[in-house]
C-alpha cells in the first residue's frame, strides 16, 4: 500500500506561483496530479511515467510543471501564471502498472489533498 502526502497548497494572487510536493512512502513508477473544484468533476492535470514522460491537461498546459525526485520518492507540480479557475483541491495520485494517463480511473493510489485557492 503506497502512502501520499501532499502540501503546499494555499493562497495565491492571480499571476502567482505555487510548489505543490507529494511524498510517497515507496518508490512509485506512475504519478498524477488531479484536482477537483466544488460542484465540478474530478480533472486530470498533469502526469510523469517512469522514463519522464510527462503529459498536461490543455487547461494547464505552458503553466504548471510535473517533476520527481526518485532519490526522495517526492513528487512536485510547479504552479505558475495562476488563474481563479485553478481553485481546487489538488491530489496526488499514483500507480505501479499504468502509466502516463490523466484518467484517475486507472490510479491505485491517492493522497488526502492539498487546497489551492487563487483571488482575482
Known amino acids: 500500500q503506497v502512502q501520499l502526502v501532499e502540501s503546499g497548497g494555499g493562497s495565491a494572487q492571480a499571476g502567482g506561483s505555487l510548489r505543490l510536493s507529494c511524498a510517497a512512502s515507496?518508490?512509485?513508477?506512475?504519478i498524477g496530479w488531479f484536482r477537483q473544484a466544488p460542484g465540478r468533476e474530478r480533472e486530470g492535470v498533469a502526469s510523469i511515467d517512469d522514463h519522464g514522460g510527462t503529459d498536461y491537461s490543455d487547461s494547464v498546459k505552458g503553466r504548471f510543471t510535473i517533476s520527481k525526485d526518485n532519490a526522495k520518492n517526492t513528487l512536485y507540480l510547479q504552479l505558475n501564471s495562476l488563474k481563479p479557475e485553478d481553485t481546487a483541491m489538488y491530489y496526488c495520485?499514483?500507480?505501479?502498472?499504468?502509466?502516463?494517463?490523466?484518467?484517475?480511473?486507472?490510479?491505485?493510489?491517492w493522497g488526502q489533498g492539498t487546497q489551492v485557492t487563487v483571488s482575482s
Open positions: 495520485a499514483a500507480d505501479q502498472t499504468v502509466c502516463g494517463t490523466l484518467l484517475g480511473r486507472f490510479y491505485s493510489y
Open positions: 515507496e518508490s512509485t513508477y506512475c
